[in-house]
């Protein structure tokens, strides 16, 4: 079972460098008990074969409580394309989690260039509802696993090699999986877009580095299986994930103050929704398994020689 992202401070370990970073201020909010109990989703939808739709429906709790955000059980949960007669899937919910899935040996292929409706109704009759357009992203041509050139070649690298195709503003996210594993933690987050860059090829992009020198803390390691997935995003996936980012560096003093993350979704009863339904196209790059040579720098990070 996949899970989804967990409701706590994501960051981005790089923005596509100077080029593609983006900086997005958060508007305070004052927390009332109004903003208690509220629903909290996280959803996606993808162009994998199978298994490509998760939806995970909670409750929120008051921050100064510890424990987990009870799950949202017996909800009706709909997905549904943008045709004159809508392509429409029922989901359920997998072991009373909260986690709703597609029935066994359903499927239902995700599009690209269509808008996807997600439409839950809850328990006592509330309905939540979003949509996102699912754009086609580019292929994922190569992905290295070699030393960076920060930190003087100390440290193991995760890099890729893509095309960016002529075309508005596009957003992106990288999901990097090590032994099947995928990196959830904040400081693995990866999301840009490609307005400064639009049309060019981007290579040696480098999406991790591996900064531990301990190897108790160490990421990568010599006979590691790594597989990277390209998504396109939407702005509106991208607007929340940035939300997220800049709540990471709240606590000093010229931090962007705290506040609900912007997403796509609303209620019916009016109330705040907490999270994003997205729907991404994905490109799944070579696998690398880690060996001695890949303890070698890039060439193109050389520096020079005179």
């Given at each position: ?83 004159d ?18 029935p ?9 260039g ?53 075309s508005?503003?596009?957003?992106y996210?990288?999901?990097i999986?090590?032994n ?55 702005k ?71």
């Amino acid at each position: 079972m996949t899970n989804g992202f967990k409701i706590k401070i994501l960051d981005a370990i790089s923005i596509f460098a100077l080029l593609f970073s983006s900086c997005q201020d958060v508007v305070q909010v004052n927390l009332d008990d109004s903003d208690l109990d509220l629903v909290t989703v996280d959803a996606y939808l993808n162009t994998k074969a199978e298994n490509n739709i998760f939806v995970k429906l909670e409750r929120s709790l008051p921050v100064d409580q510890s424990q987990e955000n009870p799950a949202i059980h017996n909800a009706l949960v709909q997905i549904s394309d943008d045709e004159d007669e809508p392509n429409s899937v029922v989901l359920e919910e997998y072991k009373s989690t909260g986690i709703y899935i597609l029935p066994k040996a359903t499927r239902y292929p995700a599009e690209t260039g269509k808008t996807y409706t997600l439409l839950i109704t809850l328990p006592d009759g509330t309905q939540i509802s979003g949509n996102d357009f699912l754009r086609r992203v580019e292929p994922l041509d190569s992905v290295k696993v070699n030393l960076s050139a920060r930190g003087d070649y100390e440290f193991l690298a995760v890099f890729i090699d893509a095309p960016n195709y002529p075309s508005p503003v596009q957003y992106y996210k990288w999901d990097i999986y090590i032994n099947g594993n995928m990196l959830y933690e904040s400081q693995n987050m990866v999301i840009a877009n490609d307005d400064l860059v639009d049309g060019n090829y981007i290579y040696n992009f480098e999406i991790f580095t591996d900064f531990a020198r301990d190897d108790d803390e160490r990421i990568l390691f010599k006979g590691d299986t790594i597989i990277v997935e390209q998504l396109s995003i939407s702005k509106a996936a991208y607007d929340f994930y940035t939300g997220m980012i800049n709540q990471a560096f709240t606590g000093g003093p010229y931090s962007v103050p705290p506040a609900n993350v912007p997403g796509n979704l609303t209620s019916s009863d009016g109330k705040r929704v907490l999270g994003i339904f997205s729907a991404r196209d994905i490109s799944v790059g070579n696998k690398v398994i880690i060996g001695d040579e890949n303890f070698e720098p890039l060439s193109s990070t050389l520096p020079a020689m005179n």
